[in-house]
């Protein structure tokens, strides 16, 4: 699919997969051109998985900031507009997941089911702060400096006495990494990103959300910490489920698509 112009901007969306829609919103710096993704997954396997990239990030266009939150939840639903899609289920993975939690505040008739995936309600239960890492890191410096927090296995003593399997780690990232990620255009972006992420909080505004909702996460993520999960308990209808692996949990342990695609209905 080209650039699909929305009411709010041009968005690069990818769709994969037959059956009820699915609203696939990835985290922070995601780019669909980095394979695999959610597409190449068991998801598109059972739903039509409509997935894109967020304002500011990989071929979507790049307006001038500040973004806010409530842009990341209005872009989402504009792409639905442009879709003809009245309702589906959400899926938010980490920064998706935050602005997930956004949109079902905002927009709760558009929203079947929601899945919140390794994300927090933010405020004083907020997820890692990216805002505050250097400006001048590139993307493999930040991957190095946020190992141990990916996953809380990794500690600094694990890296020294685990280097084959660290250089490995890092020989796998720069495989994915995209050109234009270095440059200023794509640097602006990300960083207007992580600025609106700074902002979020809704663990005021949990209880109101009257969606069913599971919530998932890994049992050694640094990055959205257990007690961030229990938190978003306070969704009513919710409930919440640990996997085996850190914040990439979702291709650490193939039981949790499992289940999501259990709790979607399929």
Same mark, same amino acid.
């Given at each position: ?65 500040? %973004?806010?939150?409530?842009? %990341? ?14 309702? $589906?289920?959400?899926?938010?993975? #980490? ?13 709760? &008739? ?13 405020? $004083?239960?907020? #997820? ?10 590139? &993307?493999? &410096? ?60 809704? $663990? ?38 640990? %996997? ?9 342990? #193939? ?6 695609? &259990?709790?979607?209905? %399929?």
């Amino acid at each position: 699919m080209p650039l699909l112009k929305t009411a709010r901007l041009e968005m690069f969306v990818e769709e994969r997969g037959h059956g009820s829609p699915v609203l696939f919103i990835s985290g922070t710096g995601a780019d669909l051109r980095v394979k695999p993704n959610v597409l190449d997954g068991p998801l598109s396997k059972k739903f039509r998985v409509i997935a894109y990239d967020q304002r500011g990030l990989g071929r979507t266009r790049k307006p001038s900031g500040p %973004y806010e939150m409530r842009d %990341y939840s209005k872009d989402a639903i504009a792409l639905l507009d442009s879709l003809g899609i009245e309702q $589906v289920h959400l899926v938010g993975v #980490s920064f998706g997941g935050m602005v997930a939690l956004h949109i079902a505040l905002q927009f709760p &008739e558009r929203i079947k089911k929601m899945v919140l995936c390794c994300t927090s309600p933010g405020g $004083v239960f907020a #997820s890692f702060p990216f805002h505050e890492l250097p400006d001048d890191q590139n &993307e493999i &410096e930040r991957a190095i400096q946020l190992m141990e927090f990916n996953d809380l296995r990794h500690t600094k003593s694990w890296q020294e006495n685990n280097s084959s399997t660290v250089e490995a780690m890092i020989q796998m990232m720069e495989s994915r990494l995209i050109n234009d990620h270095a440059t200023p255009e794509f640097k602006r972006g990300y960083r207007e990103q992580i600025r609106a992420r700074a902002q979020h909080d809704v $663990v005021a505004d949990l209880e109101k959300i009257k969606l069913e909702t599971f919530i998932c996460a890994g049992l050694h993520d640094g990055i959205a910490p257990k007690e961030n999960q229990k938190i978003l308990e306070k969704i009513p209808q919710s409930r919440c489920e640990f %996997y085996n692996g850190g914040h990439l949990f979702l291709i650490e342990d #193939s039981g949790a698509w499992r289940d999501i695609i &259990e709790f979607l209905g %399929y």
